[in-house]
């Protein structure tokens, strides 16, 4: 009977120690991904910044597929001849946010779907990267410090920064922050009156709501 009962924990610790060693190899799994995207998001943005081409436009220059029922718009902003791409992923510019460590290309709007959000940003809706009018870029949170995912501590007069595929490096500030429901789609649609604008849109820490914030360029 002992020797059932010393087999049976011999057997249990066996698949404890195998499911912890899986565990631990899923968990560096996931961490070597994701800083392994992280530095090629980086490494595009750095690359993009220092095309010859990149100017900064002002003076103070220095990251869900449902879209609420909203049509995309126009989204074709940017300069004509080879697009630059990502990951095999084609883009319209890149995105900085100083405060949360952020350097993440943007995707064009036509690459909207599971395997985009989970590469990059993508543009959803607007003229495009800025242009006249509100142009909004999308997200994930993934709660882990990549893309959006701490979106939530950004603060009215923060500072982002967007490139186009012009060139041009405008900086925006921050002067709006709210939750919403899923299917609100206002803030893309809004009308800025003549300004340059982006609306920043990933899903709160709980998932239940969306987090938005709008940035007014510094033009």
């Known amino acids: 009977m002992n020797s059932k009962y010393s087999n049976l924990l011999t057997v249990l610790l066996v ?3 195998i499911a912890i060693i899986g565990i631990i190899a899923f968990l560096g799994y996931r961490f070597y991904k994701n800083e392994s995207l992280k530095n090629q998001s980086e490494d595009f943005v750095d690359s993009f910044l220092n095309d010859e081409n990149i100017s900064n436009n002002n003076s103070t220059a220095t990251g869900d597929t449902s879209l609420g029922g909203v049509d995309q718009g126009n989204t074709t902003g940017g300069t004509s001849g080879e697009v630059p791409t990502f990951n095999g992923f084609e883009t319209t510019g890149t995105l900085e ?7 993440q290309p943007v995707l064009a ?5 599971k395997s985009g959000l989970e590469t990059a940003l993508i543009e959803i809706y607007g003229p495009g990267l800025n242009q006249v009018g509100n142009t909004t870029i999308a997200g994930h949170n993934f709660r882990n410090g990549t893309f959006f995912s701490d ?3 950004l603060e009215i007069g923060d500072k982002l920064y967007v490139t186009d595929l ?6 925006y500030t921050i002067y709006n922050k709210y939750e919403t429901e899923e299917n609100d789609s206002e803030y893309m649609t809004r009308d800025t009156q003549g300004a340059i604008e982006v609306s920043l849109t990933t899903c709160t820490d709980d998932s239940q709501r969306r987090l938005i914030i709008w940035a007014k360029a510094d033009v």
């Open 15 to 17: 698949v404890v120690i």
């Open 97 to 103: 946010i100083p405060k949360t460590n952020v350097k």
């Open 109 to 113: 709007s036509h690459e909207l779907s």
């Open 151 to 153: 979106n939530k501590k």
């Open 166 to 171: 012009s060139g041009n490096r405008l900086s």
